[in-house]
T-cell receptor, first 114, second 114 residues
Framework: GAGVSQSPRYKVAKRGQDVALRCDPISGHVSLFWYQQALGQGPEFLTYFQNEAQLDKSGLPSDRFFAERPEGSVSTLKIQRTQQEDSAVYLC????????????FGPGTRLTVT | QKEVEQNSGPLSVPEGAIASLNCTYSDRGSQSFFWYRQYSGKSPELIMSIYSNGDKEDGRFTAQLNKASQYVSLLIRDSQPSDSATYLCAVNKAGSSNTGKLIFGQGTTLQVKP
């Protein structure tokens, strides 16, 4: 079946631009997660949705980061006024259930801020 | 002390050998544990999950969990060059079990030499 999809796969933004990253989870998956992965590091949690409710945004690094999942399926991660330190791979993962169960990752979006 | 620790490696083993990857975690209440494989330039791929003490086998992979020692490991039998990748240990952080937020180690790079 179809896995998690993300778009765009690559994004180059000039410092100060706003970007929007899209995630389309596995159909029917209740839970959706965003992670950020720097080169040579493991992914770091950003935020979590259960259906359309954002239940945990403790990992968002600043108020320039905003995520939404208005209809409980597709999610968008928006970064305003991008900075060089935002350059990373942004990974989306979905899980069939809420709670600590298996998460399946999409291919990621590589963001480069110049 | 990092919440999830792995030796970054590289761990080099000859083809056909057993590769042993180790991970320790600091939160004693953690309940769900996962191993992901990540090829260079790709996203993490779930290969094993384990929830209770003991061993769990799936094909050439065996995950081992010891909650008393806060230790989880992955054994890969009959290692193949195609197993060469970074292996990420991930732990569901206790207290956020309603969300499933994962804490990742930095990963261990495995090299399987023909």
């Amino acid at each position: 079946g179809a896995g998690v999809s993300q778009s765009p796969r690559y994004k180059v933004a000039k410092r100060g631009q706003d970007v929007a990253l899209r995630c389309d989870p596995i159909s029917g998956h209740v839970s959706l997660f965003w992670y950020q992965q720097a080169l040579g590091q493991g992914p770091e949690f950003l935020t979590y949705f259960q259906n359309e409710a954002q239940l945990d945004k403790s990992g968002l690094p600043s108020d320039r980061f905003f995520a939404e999942r208005p209809e409980g399926s597709v999610s968008t991660l928006k970064i305003q006024r991008t900075q060089q330190e935002d350059s990373a791979v942004y990974l989306c993962a979905s899980s069939e259930y809420r709670g600590g169960y298996e998460q399946y990752f999409g291919p990621g979006t590589r963001l480069t801020v110049t | 002390q990092k919440e999830v620790e792995q030796n970054s490696g590289p761990l080099s083993v000859p083809e056909g050998a057993i590769a042993s990857l180790n991970c320790t975690y600091s939160d004693r209440g953690s309940q769900s544990f996962f191993w992901y494989r990540q090829y260079s330039g790709k996203s993490p791929e779930l290969i094993m999950s384990i929830y209770s003490n003991g061993d769990k086998e799936d094909g050439r992979f065996t995950a081992q969990l010891n909650k008393a020692s806060q230790y989880v490991s992955l054994l890969i039998r009959d290692s193949q060059p195609s197993d060469s990748a970074t292996y990420l240990c991930a732990v569901n952080k206790a207290g956020s079990s309603n969300t499933g937020k994962l804490i990742f180690g930095q990963g261990t790079t495995l090299q399987v030499k023909p």
